[in-house]
């Protein structure tokens, strides 16, 4: 099993930033892929961005140049770093985790965070 601890969300202005991090814990020798989707009431979740673990990216498109994926390998870390901020980008936003590999050779896959708020308005 695999635990993601989010944090970071919170109420900021248009224009502002914030930076999101998951931490993923649970005997865990390497993961393959790890990302941040979002949704909002009454919409599917989507995808926001992923990074493997030779950290190629992918971002959505709406928010290529705001947005920074990155990750700290040693620590089991993803983040986001979120710019430019605007109303549309309100939402609940979960961390995923895809291949991981545990201490032992036990492979797992498809976790899911607890979704931290983030909420743009004036």
Known sequence: Q????ESGGGLVQPGGSLRLSCAASGRI??????GWYRQTPGKQRELVATITIDGSTNYADGVKGRFTISR???KNTVYLQMNSLKPEDTAEYYCRVDGVRHTGGVYSTGYWGQGTQVTVSS
């Open 2 to 5: 695999v635990q993601l601890v």
């Open 29 to 34: 020798f390497s993961i393959t892929a790890m």
């Open 72 to 74: 700290d390998n040693a």
